[in-house]
């Protein structure tokens, strides 16, 4: 049986080390894992991605951004989610389409309805069994975000982590209404708290349900 699992957050909520504590704990289990991540994981969506890393000083529109992101999820849904979903694997993907209504719904103000209807369009209707929201005060991530940023090494898309903290509340906001909106898909947790205690939470909630496939 497959499992589609998504994580999605603010910048700096913890997204890709508690996507890495769960791809550990299941691999130590005997669970087929495989693990991606937006935008990227194909070579069109990396190469889409350094368009938006790389703006150079283009002000991209926020319906361009829109579809820029919808492009490295099309082919990322065909070339990687599809097949692994379809090859029993447990597929953990680092933001998947809820990060489009997060970011460009509730915090670029783009409309809602054709956003959504995009979004089903280029995920052939996948949906995630199980979301994670790590929640946590823009204040909080942002700061990690900066310390991993500051850190040094690799080039990071840091566009979002330039933008208002009123920004990023209303992404916070967004995904709060999402998980108000469909509360058996998608769970909030509190991301405010030591890694170890909030990744227990989730290989708890994730142990039931691969027990039950
Ligand atoms: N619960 C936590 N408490 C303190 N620091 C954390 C926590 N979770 C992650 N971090 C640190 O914060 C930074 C951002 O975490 P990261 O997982 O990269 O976030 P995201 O992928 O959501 O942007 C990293 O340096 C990470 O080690
Ligand atoms: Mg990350």
Known sequence: MSLFITFEGIEGCGKTTQLGMLDDYLQQKGRRVMITREPGGTKLGERVRDILLNTDGMNISSWAELFLYATCRAQLVKEVIKPALEGDNIVICDRFYDS???????????????????????????????????????????????????????????????????????????????????PERVKVIDGNREIGEVHKEISDIVEKIVGSL
Do not use: M
């Not at 005060?137 to 940023?149: D, F, H, M, Q, V």
């Open 100 to 182: 489009s209504v997060a970011y460009q719904g509730y915090g670029r103000g783009l409309d809602l309805e054709p956003l959504i209807a995009i979004n089903r369009c280029v995920t052939g209707g996948i949906i995630p069994d199980i979301t994670f929201i790590l929640d946590c005060p823009p204040e909080a991530g942002l700061k990690r975000a900066w310390g991993r940023i500051n850190a040094g090494g690799e080039v990071r898309e840091d566009r979002f982590e330039r933008e208002t903290i009123e920004f990023h509340r209303a992404v916070r906001e967004g995904y709060l209404e999402i998980a108000r909106r469909e």
